[in-house]
């Protein structure tokens, strides 16, 4: 597609339910990146896909957090268990390789109630 | 490990005047260095990035930043402001190294600007 594309762009959940959080990556690009932002706060990272390389997975906040990613393409966050904290802007970003413009999705808006 | 500082969380600036962003970054290898604009409602757009050619990069809108490794400073400027610069600005670090470019992000500077 002509840039990344995150799905839903909403989601509202009751705590402790799971929730997947989808990104379609630009095609070509081998990196993969998800952050989390907060309200008011900057950009965290959450995991980092390279490729055919292991993730690093460095930022997840716990194991309740997890992301797969199929190949280049397709990535799936998911949050089991969710807490109010979880609330947040989920954001996705893909570069063509290392050390390259990462390109950001809208994100998708969390809201754990 | 790496960090970004942007001092200030907010910045109010009236609109023809100076915009100064600071930022502040530590890296145990040189870094590439980037400045990301947020506007409301909107995805993170790049718009400048040092990858260690001259240490002045020009980016987009006007802005520019420079690279000073004694002061471990990448500062963002435009010498004046108009109102479509309101947005979120933040400075990223990413390393160098082949193990990929995982950037880490500074707590972000939101500009108003006044007319």
């Known amino acids: 597609g002509a840039g990344v594309s995150q799905s839903p762009s909403n989601k509202v959940t009751e705590k402790g339910k799971d929730v997947e959080l989808r990104c379609d990556p630009i095609?070509?690009?081998?990196?993969l990146y998800w952050y989390r932002q907060r309200l008011g706060q900057g950009l965290e990272f959450l995991i980092y896909f390279q490729g055919n390389s292991a993730p690093d997975k460095s930022g997840l906040p716990s194991d309740r957090f997890s992301a797969e990613r199929t190949g280049e393409s397709v990535s799936t966050l998911t949050i089991q268990r969710t807490q109010q904290e979880d609330s947040a802007v989920y954001l996705c970003?893909?570069?063509?390789?290392?050390?390259?413009?990462?390109?950001f999705g809208q994100g998708t808006r969390l809201t754990v109630v | 490990a790496q960090s970004v500082t942007q001092l200030g969380s907010h910045v109010s600036v009236s609109e023809g005047a100076l915009v100064l962003l600071r930022c502040n970054y530590s890296?145990?290898?040189?870094?590439?260095l980037f400045w990301y604009v947020q506007y409301p409602n909107q995805g993170l757009q790049l718009l400048l990035k040092y990858t260690s050619a001259a240490t002045l990069v020009k980016g987009i809108n006007g802005f520019e930043a420079e690279f000073k490794k004694s002061e471990t400073s990448f500062h963002l400027t435009k010498p004046s402001a108009h109102m479509s610069d309101a947005a979120e600005y933040f400075c990223a670090v990413s390393d160098r190294g082949a193990a990929g470019n995982k950037l880490t992000f500074g707590g972000g500077t939101r500009v108003l600007v006044k007319p």
């Open positions: 095609s070509g690009h081998t990196a």
């Open positions: 890296s145990s290898v040189p870094p590439y």
């Open positions: 970003a893909s570069s063509r390789g290392v050390n390259t413009e990462a390109f």
